[in-house]
């Protein structure tokens, strides 16, 4: 049966629950119909086109850079149309509204073709948010507002070589000098840093204080002299992240985001946007993989082997749980979330992808570490690779589960 464009529009009207929802979802599609195009059917032919099985960019720098063009574009219209930062205090161009809409107007943009809008994830879903939560009056007109007004990227400098997810472990330095802080130290595994404008940057401000409290969050120009941005090139061939080097940069102490020592507040909130698009944006990438294993396994006969259809059934029912979790968090008032329920959520994410590519491996044999040309098998492999990535990205895997076993389950703390 065909869906009419005026049956996509009436269905996409009734995600609203109220009529002011009815209102702003009105609003929001005459201001997509005006300006791009719904979606066509989401369905791939075997044999045709990308199969899209890499998990991590696989772009150019030049690449990259004109996706990051093209998404500034499109949020410069969003917030012509007051789409732009929908729950965004109004003092400061926002709309004020609820989580809610948010959550509706993400859900009927995903309808319509708009640019990929990953080089700005961060600034929107977590640097713009936790500095509007902690931040000054200032910080928020000059550097939160331009990330939603389409006209700067963010990134995010947490995460060191000799610390990684147990980020209250970095060593990073910054020194008081006057009114302004000089920063020394290295970041890595950072995303956008090579065409970012600002990136939230969390150092150590006292080494002889305990770990959790000797730490201090800064937000760092990232055209400033000292800074040097590295591309890292991963397993799977691309290089979508970077490391980034600190060399005596100098920060003024407008730019400390909360307390002096209060860092680890902030990073918490940070943490916690973090988890939520590293969830939010692989359940359709997942998908997508669960039909194409279902048709390669088909295709190779495989399905009449009792394991592969056990695994299979295994697989898909965690595809459906993961769902099902996130359909629940997002019921939830974010000011209710405890963290618990996004790294639940991330958890569930990294380890689908996992199982998702071993399976791909068990159907495929030789054939998913050997290139035949053949569509739709060695490109698994890379799929696999990026999977190892997914369980470091958003806090590593291991961090994740002695933080649910310790402050959840309350089971003993590991010993230090």
């Keep these: ?31 997509l119909t005006a300006n791009t195009e719904l979606r066509g059917p989401q369905q791939s032919v075997w044999g045709i086109g990308d199969e899209r099985l890499t998990l991590f960019h696989e772009t150019s720098d030049e690449e990259e850079r004109a996706e990051a063009a093209a998404a500034l574009g499109w949020q410069k219209r969003r917030w012509e149309a007051g789409f732009g930062w929908i729950s965004g205090p109004v003092e400061h161009g926002g709309r004020g509204l609820s989580s809610e809409f948010d959550r509706l107007y993400r859900q009927i943009e995903s309808a319509f073709e708009i640019p990929d809008m990953s080089p700005l994830r961060i600034g929107i879903g977590t640097v713009g948010p936790v500095v509007t939560a902690v931040g000054t009056p200032e910080q928020i007109s000059k550097y939160v507002v331009p990330i939603y007004r389409g006209e700067s990227v ?7 070589p000799a610390a990684g997810s147990d980020l209250a472990g970095v060593r990073t ?3 008081r000098d006057g009114d302004d802080w000089r920063l020394n130290g290295q ?68 730019l400390r985001v909360g307390e002096v020592g209060g860092g680890w507040r902030v990073t918490t909130q940070a943490l916690a946007g973090e988890r939520k698009a590293v969830g939010d944006r692989t359940h359709e990438i997942t998908d997508r993989a669960i039909a194409m294993l279902a048709e390669l396994a088909t295709r190779s006969g495989r399905f009449d082997d009792p394991q592969v259809r056990q695994d299979f059934a295994r697989i898909y029912s965690r595809l459906r749980i993961a769902r ?39 159907i495929l044999g030789p054939r ?16 696999l690779m990026g999977a190892l990535g ?5 806090g590593t895997e291991e961090i994740l589960k002695t933080m649910l076993a310790e402050r959840v389950l309350m089971l003993p703390k590991e010993p230090k």
């Design 173 to 175: 330095r910054a020194v």
């Design 368 to 383: 998913f570490v050997v290139n035949t040309g053949e569509w739709g098998t060695f490109n698994w492999n890379k799929w």
């Design 324 to 362: 099902f979790q996130q359909h629940r968090i997002q019921q939830i008032p974010d000011d209710r979330l405890s963290g618990a329920e996004r790294a639940i959520d991330k958890l569930l994410v990294s380890t689908n992808l996992r199982l998702l590519g071993e399976l791909a491996a068990e």
């Design 1 to 31: 049966m065909t869906v009419t464009r005026s049956d996509a529009i009436e269905q996409l009207m009734a995600l609203a629950r109220d009529s002011e929802q009815r209102a702003f979802a009105s609003h929001a599609l005459e201001f």
């Design 390 to 394: 997914y369980r470091i990205a958003g």
């Design 154 to 160: 963010a990134c995010q400098l947490f995460s060191e």
């Design 187 to 254: 970041k890595v595994w950072t995303s956008n840093a090579q065409f970012a404008d600002i990136g939230l940057a969390l150092v150590r401000t006292d080494p002889d204080a305990p770990k959790h409290r000797g730490i201090t969050m800064f937000l760092v120009p990232m055209t400033a002299p000292g800074i040097d941005v590295r591309p890292l090139r991963q397993i799977t061939g691309g290089a979508s992240f970077t490391e980034v080097f600190l060399d005596d940069v100098v920060v003024s102490d407008r």
